[in-house]
């Protein structure tokens, strides 16, 4: 099972990711999580990637593409996967398709987490990280057990450089411009599918479950 998570940056993609990669039994791919892997480790690959995503830009397109079909690549991609904050473009979801017309596979699922702007601005003030697991917490909505600490893995928890309010605030304007077309390009497909982001994420989880045992 092949799946791409839709959203605006914030609407719960790598939450409900992490759900589905577990109770799925495949990975979770976050081109996001693969940068500040980079980052942290003071890699060339990170350093690039930076620039850019301080800014709330996108990183550019070949540079990312070719991070991800890396990745997918991989062994344990074999049986599927649950791709989050990629594809990002209508360029980048191209060369996905091509590459996996190659092989004559597809994309079965693309689940657009629909939450409004507003709700946005004010999730991200209250996100936590973790950058060792990806994992994310809300200091009001999901809080993790200890304060400041991850609970899959027990490192600690930062608020990201780019949760910043004006950071997000482009990120939001880039999402509109260059993320949101994919909605269009995934329904062309016959494969969107449309979730309410805005209830509890336990509640999210149980939509996108429905929809993926259903199908
Ligand atoms: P969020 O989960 O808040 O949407 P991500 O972790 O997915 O954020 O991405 C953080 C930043 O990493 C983006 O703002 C962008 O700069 C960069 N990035 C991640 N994925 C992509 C991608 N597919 N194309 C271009 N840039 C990306
Ligand atoms: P994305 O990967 O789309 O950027 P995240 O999964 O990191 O989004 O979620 C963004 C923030 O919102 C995090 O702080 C997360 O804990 C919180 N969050 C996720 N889902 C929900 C939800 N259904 N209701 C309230 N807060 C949520
Ligand atoms: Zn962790």
Redesign the pocket.
Known sequence: MKIVML?????G??TQAKRIAEKYGIPHV???????ANIKNGTDLGKE?KT??D???????EL?VRI?LDRVAQDDCKNGYVL??????IP?AEVLDGELKKLNEKIDFAINVDVPDDNIVNR?GG?RACLKCGA?YHMTHLPPKTEGICDSCGSELVL?D??KPETVKK?LA??HEQTQPLIDFYSKQGVLKTVDGTVDAEDVFRAITDILDKN
């Open positions: 959203g605006a940056p914030g609407a993609k790598g976050s081109t996001g999580d693969i940068f500040r990637a850019y995503m800014e709330g830009k996108l990183v550019p397109d990312t991800l989050d904050g990629f594809p990002r473009t980048q991200m996100r994310t990201r780019d949760d990120r880039v999402y």
